[in-house]
């Protein structure tokens, strides 16, 4: 008896980790008489890294508001397993390069905010133990931007006037011109 285990990420801009998975147990099993497929669903850690976690894991999918990468609100998702006080979260969707419109992919004007508030929600319902994902990101503000959502203070130094300042959120922007943590 032949067995195939076919395990795929997303084809980008294209397919699905799933839809990739399921065009191929088809193709076996129509073409190759192969009736015995599994299908499993991979990530590098971007798109796709929550829905392939959730089934085996048991997670309950929620949604909420949060900061996208650019500061304005998108709603982001992550999953939760009460019971064994595990989450996960997918930084893609709440700081993803699929979040920003390519003329404005610009690290310096992007932010992980968003990331720091999945953390803080999964952690406030009772996670425990939180894996995340953090392929697909539009940011790169060395994760600060997560870290000031969930309470650390970043005092930055104003281009303009050198005042001190704290930021409502961080983006990479930022980065250089921080004065204390």
Do not use: W
Request: charged content about 20%; hydrophobic content about 45%.
């Amino acid at each position: 008896m032949v067995r195939v285990l076919a395990a795929f990420d997303k084809f980008k801009d294209s397919l699905d980790a799933e839809g990739v998975g399921t065009a191929v147990l088809n193709a076996f099993q129509k073409y190759c008489g192969v009736s015995d497929v599994r299908l499993l669903s991979l990530s590098d850690g971007g798109e796709g890294f929550l829905a392939g976690l959730s089934k085996p894991l048991g997670l309950e999918i929620r949604t909420l508001t949060v900061t996208g990468p650019l500061g304005t609100p998108v709603a982001a998702k992550y999953g939760i397993n009460v019971q064994k006080h595990i989450a996960v979260i997918e930084s893609a969707l709440a700081c993803g390069l699929q979040l920003v419109p390519v003329p404005q992919r610009n690290p310096l004007h992007t932010t992980t905010h968003g990331v720091g508030q999945l953390l803080q929600a999964a952690y406030d319902a009772g996670a425990r133990k939180i894996v995340m994902g953090v392929g697909g990101s539009a940011t790169n503000d060395a994760g600060l931007g997560a870290l000031h959502a969930l309470g650390l203070r970043v005092r930055v130094r104003d281009e303009q006037s050198g005042a001190l300042e704290e930021p409502a959120v961080l983006f990479g922007r930022h980065l250089p011109l921080i004065e204390s943590i």
